[in-house]
């Protein structure tokens, strides 16, 4: 890998044709002695940290047809020399911080086929003639600029135009009717400007844009289109996958047509003031995976059809005036992962077949409605979801034990029903959580104590909170004013406390319906006049935090920190001298007994010390897992039956069993091979460290045995949940490929296990260190959710060659070859930038489908330096082909050439013929390229061979959140401040 500046005596290779220096951590200025090159065909610097400006000599290249600065800190303008490059077919320099005016010259380059200067700061407007200069144009992209003035009319010109992208700019007026002449357009993103004028014609547009036979994806979102929606909008081509009008002024009703486009993925038609029913014909898109409606005035009841939605993932319906109950249907959405339906008129009780659905992990709001009945024990099936708001309801009954299994919630918010009974102890299992309202609720009895151990607790609020009804609504009120206040759309709309609608927290503006007097208030807000907690306040946790709890309107509290200013818990008199002669009792006792045991202990020492025969050693306590037989695991094994044996290693052998013969309750049992010095320590030790963890994405230990087999020999083993899709090695290389893998359960793989470690590495304690990251460690469970296996084993026990694997471990290395932290090969003792390294390899391995021994990686060239070098131009030939043919967009698309011919270079300079748009023209969708590359470079971003450069796991699993988010909303570019 080349790095720091690019060397000027480069230039003397008068004859080279190719530069292509992509991700190479290049810093300095672009050497002004590069124009000299002038057999020059291909520039490829992007992804690099270069500074300066675009040197005016490269004006003088005159036979380069790709040029690259992509994703740079490149500034000043463009030199106007560019404009002399007449051969030109593709000029990126997107993601740089270049600015000013384009040259009219670059507009005039009839050989350009791409253009993209996305995420700069161009100004001016685009010239009217640019159809005509560049009649050649596939893909234009100048979005997240200031450009301005009218789109112009002269694209029609443009015949073979395949994607047109000019979001978040400020053009104005209306989209142009030529449009509707391009008829190879797939992409056309308008979003984020000043279009339209909130007239009645403003949506002339989607009659004529349905000409477009080719198109996939209309944006118009964030800008000022009025009127209504023509029934028009049904006879778009139903290669139509993303639809996205949100947040403009659109008025009138959502017409029945929209239920044609059966291919539709996304549609988003929120923030508007569409009024009238969801249509029942939204049944009918079965591909559905987004449906946004939030914040219009829509009304009637929820569709039951939208039952037949089987593969949508979020259904947000918040801020309308829906009304009836909700329908049970929606328990069929069995990928549903996110509900928002708050603050509408929605009545009746919650459905169990809705709250009970499991695939629900990132929220489920139901909050603001008028919501009745008990909150089912389903409720204990969403062991994945992370926000459960049922706020401001009239629910009843007591809050369900149940809810102590929802191990990932980090926002519980209950506040405002009519709950009563005591607060449910199984809330101590909720880890994780971070808020906690029960307020405003009728609940008695004590406050558990066990709430203290919530370390991660901020915000615990258990008070009545008795506001006076005027208060709220004056509140409300001003929140009302500020909704109201700003222009509908822009900035006003994003400031409002939204987060993308995929995001996990919604601030709606209250509906006006709400605002209307303080009767109604008084009817949708309940507010308790007393609360009957009464008992002693733990100390610990959350409760020494006095600014992050609130108790009040509990009179019958005592005790707590001081800064509470609770009344003491009262303490018997009576019994304070019988306590003073209870303790001079138990003192005198305390010093006899002491004295006994000391004799006993010193005798039994003696005796053992001259038995001939050799102890067992002595097992520290391992007692918070209930322990089973050798003769239990020995059954359940059939007697350790070669059969049942699934899997083997240095560690031992790990078992299929079946526990509990009469319920089926298989389970994995892992035998511990005590021949491996120190492994009996090492069983408690790994015991120790299992008992402080729990998360949704580690392998969950289920009890242990330590005791002697039939022979009297020592036997350690341990039990853990059965996965019963086995492990990421085998699905990656297994020999019968009927099954692979597809693109999105990948995403959820790697997504998974980086959840994992940044448990693991940041969020529990003691933090733990894996030291072995690789496929075999990774399980699938019966919903194909990874775990991670073995950590903190590969650090205790060293391990040896595992021959099934075709890995070999070391005891000198910490982990696998291939897999290992370079640094860990000289010494260096376990860290987390060693388990980021791993992940790296792991996550490369995944959309490769290449294992990091693999005997092609020789002299030098690793499976990092393999996708690095082929990630520019070249990835879809070293993408997994189990992959590639599960993509149906790829099946008549994928590249004849031999991955062989792909090399690894440490001072890359290529002088081949290479191509930067090979991968455009294949037919994989927009969304799934933009899946499977970042992915890739934060799979080399964790694999760096310094430390220093890798990623934290913390930042992997955010940006593999952005990436996910990007995949199933398809790119909504929503989210981006407009600039002042």
């Not at 002038?38 to 610097?45: D, E, I, P, S």
């Not at 038609?269 to 219009?296: C, E, H, M, R, W």
């Not at 102590?404 to 405002?416: D, P, R, T």
């Not at 390899?841 to 020789?858: A, K, S, Y």
Request: aromatic residues 6%; glycine residues 8%.
């Amino acid at each position: 890998m080349l790095e720091g500046e690019i060397p000027v005596n480069l230039t003397f290779c008068l004859k080279l044709s190719i530069i292509s220096l992509a991700s190479s951590h290049l810093t300095g200025k672009i050497p002004s002695e590069i124009g000299s090159l002038m057999k020059l065909v291909y520039l490829n610097l992007q992804v690099n940290n270069l500074t300066g400006g675009i040197p005016p000599s490269l004006g003088n290249l005159s036979s380069i047809s790709k040029f690259s600065l992509t994703d740079n800190n490149l500034v000043g303008n463009l030199p106007e020399e560019i404009g002399r490059l007449q051969s030109l077919s593709i000029f990126y320099v997107s993601l740089n911080q270049l600015s000013g005016m384009i040259p009219p010259s670059i507009f005039n380059i009839s050989s350009m086929t791409r253009f993209s200067i996305t995420g700069n700061e161009f100004r001016g407007s685009i010239p009217p003639a640019i159809g005509q200069n560049m009649p050649n144009l596939r893909e234009i992209r100048i979005n997240k600029n200031e450009f301005s003035g009218h789109i112009p009319v002269s694209f029609a010109n443009a015949s073979q135009l395949q994607e047109i992208d000019f979001g978040e700019n400020n053009f104005v007026g209306q989209v142009p009717e030529s449009f509707g002449n391009l008829p190879h357009l797939q992409w056309l993103s308008l979003g984020g400007n000043n279009l339209g004028s909130n007239s009645s014609n403003d949506l002339g547009c989607i009659t004529f844009l349905t000409n477009c036979s080719n198109l996939e994806l209309l944006a118009l979102s964030f800008n000022n289109f009025g009127g209504v929606l023509p029934n028009s909008i049904g006879n778009f081509s139903t290669k139509l996958t993303q639809l996205l009008v949100g947040s403009n002024l659109i008025a009138g009703m959502i017409p029945e047509t929209l239920g044609n486009l059966n291919n539709l993925i996304l549609l988003s038609l929120d923030y508007n003031l569409l009024t009238g029913v969801i249509p029942a014909s939204f049944g009918k898109l079965q591909k559905l995976q987004l449906l946004l409606l939030q914040v219009n005035k829509l009304s009637g009841q929820i569709p039951s059809s939208l039952g037949n939605l089987t593969q949508l993932f979020h259904l947000i319906l918040a801020v309308n005036n829906l009304e009836g109950s909700i329908p049970s249907d929606l328990g069929n959405c069995k990928s549903l992962q996110l509900l928002e339906i708050s603050q509408n008129r929605l009545s009746g009780d919650i459905p169990p077949q809705v709250i009970g659905l499991s695939s629900l992990f990132t929220s489920v709001n139901l909050s603001q409605n008028s919501l009745t009945g008990s909150l089912p024990l389903g409720v204990g099936k969403l062991k994945n979801i992370n926000r459960l708001d049922i706020s401001i309801n009239n629910m009843t009954g007591e809050i369900p034990e149940t809810i102590g299994n929802c191990l990932s919630l980090e926002f519980l918010n209950l506040q405002g029903n009519l709950f009563q009974g005591v607060i449910p102890s199984s809330l101590a299992s909720l880890r994780g959580l971070q808020y906690l309202d029960l307020s405003q609720n009728n609940l008695s009895g004590h406050i558990p104590k066990d709430l203290q151990r919530l370390l991660f607790l901020l915000y615990l609020n258990l008070s009545s909170n008795n506001l006076d009804v005027e208060q709220i609504a004056v509140q409300f009120q001003e929140q009302l004013d500020r909704a109201k206040g700003g222009n509908r759309k822009g900035t006003s709309r994003r400031e409002m406390g939204l987060r993308s609608p995929i995001g996990t927290h919604f601030s709606f503006p209250e509906r006006e319906s709400r605002q209307k007097a303080n009767s109604s208030l008084c009817h949708d807000f309940i507010i308790p006049t007393a609360s009957n907690l009464e008992g002693e306040v733990p100390k610990e946790g959350i409760f020494r935090n006095t600014s992050a709890i609130s108790l009040n309107g509990n009179t019958k509290l005592c005790g707590g920190v001081s800064e509470l200013h609770l009344p003491a818990c009262p303490i018997k008199v009576a019994k304070q001298r019988k306590l003073h002669g209870f303790k001079l009792k138990f003192t005198i006792s305390l010093v006899t007994g002491c004295s006994l045991l000391f004799v006993v202990i010193l005798t039994l020492y003696w005796r053992r010390k001259f038995q001939k025969k050799k102890p067992l050693s002595v097992v520290p306590s391992i007692n918070f897992l209930s322990k089973v037989s050798f003769q239990t695991l020995h059954q359940a094994t059939g007697g350790f039956s070669p059969s049942n044996q699934i899997g083997s290693g240095g560690f031992g052998s790990v078992y299929k069993g079946i526990l509990d013969q009469q319920e089926n309750n298989v389970v994995a049992i892992k035998v511990l091979n005590l021949e491996q010095k120190g492994a009996s320590k090492c069983f408690v030790a790994e015991c120790n460290a299992l008992r402080n963890i729990r998360h949704r994405n580690l392998v969950k230990i289920l009890t242990c045995c330590s005791s002697t087999d039939y022979n009297g020999n020592d036997f350690k083993a341990l039990v853990f949940e059965y996965m019963s899709n086995g492990s990421l090695e085998e699905w990656l290389h297994r020999e019968n490929q009927s099954r692979s893998l597809n693109l999105l359960q990948r995403l959820n793989i790697a997504v998974d296990v980086a959840s994992a470690l940044c448990y693991l590495h940041d969020h529990c304690e003691p933090q733990i260190i894996h030291c072995d990251i690789k496929p075999s460690n990774v399980l699938l469970d019966n919903d194909m959710i990874a775990r991670v296996g073995d950590f903190g084993l590969a650090r205790l026990i060293p391990p040896t060659p595992d021959s099934s694997e075709n890995q070999s471990s070391t005891v000198g290395i910490k982990g696998t070859i291939g897999y290992t932290a370079p640094e860990y090969v000289v010494g260096v003792e376990p860290s987390k930038q060693g388990d980021v390294y791993s992940y790296g390899i792991l996550v490369l391995q995944l959309f490769t489908g290449r294992r990091p021994t693999n005997e092609m990686f020789v002299d030098g060239c690793n499976i990092h330096t393999f996708v690095k070098t082929a990630i520019q131009g070249r990835l879809m030939q070293i993408v997994d082909p189990t992959l590639i043919a599960t993509l149906a967009e790829t099946t008549t698309s994928t590249t004849n050439n031999e991955v062989t011919s792909i090399r690894c270079y440490n001072n890359e300079i290529e002088a081949i013929e290479d191509n930067i748009d090979n991968e455009n023209s294949s037919t994989m969708s927009t969304y799934v390229w933009k899946c499977i590359l970042p992915t890739l470079q934060i799979g080399l971003a964790c694999s760096e061979e310094s430390p220093k450069n890798r990623m934290s796991m913390e930042e992997v699993h955010r940006e593999l959140h952005h990436i996910k988010i990007a995949y199933t909303s398809v790119d909504i570019r929503r989210e981006r401040p407009r600039r002042s």
